[in-house]
C-alpha cells in the first residue's frame, strides 16, 4: 500500500526560498495594474462570447458567416450590459 504526505510549505520557506534566489528569481519587480485591468476586461469580454457554442466551435466557418454572428453575439452582450446598468 502506497501513503501520500502531503507537502505543506510555509510562508516563511517561500520568502526565504525568494531570498535565496537573489536578484534574478522571486517575484516581479515592476507590476502594472492598469494593464491588468484591461487584459482582465478583454479576457472577460472573450469569454461571453464563446459562452455563445457558435463562437465557441466556430461552426461557421466562413468568413461571411462566422462575423455577422459574432456581431450580433457582441450586441447581445452589449444590450444585457445596458440592461444591468439601469435597472
Known sequence: ????KAVITEKKDQA???KKKGR????PTCHDSDLDKE???VERLINK??????IATRYDK???RY???LHLRASM???NDLLKATG
Do not use: D
Open 39 to 41: 487584459r482582465n476586461t
Open 16 to 18: 526565504a526560498n525568494r
Open 24 to 27: 534574478g528569481g522571486g517575484r
Open 1 to 4: 500500500m502506497v501513503r501520500i
Open 67 to 69: 462575423l455577422p454572428g
Open 49 to 54: 462570447l464563446k459562452a455563445w457554442r457558435g
Open 62 to 64: 466562413s468568413p461571411e
Open 77 to 79: 452582450i452589449w444590450i
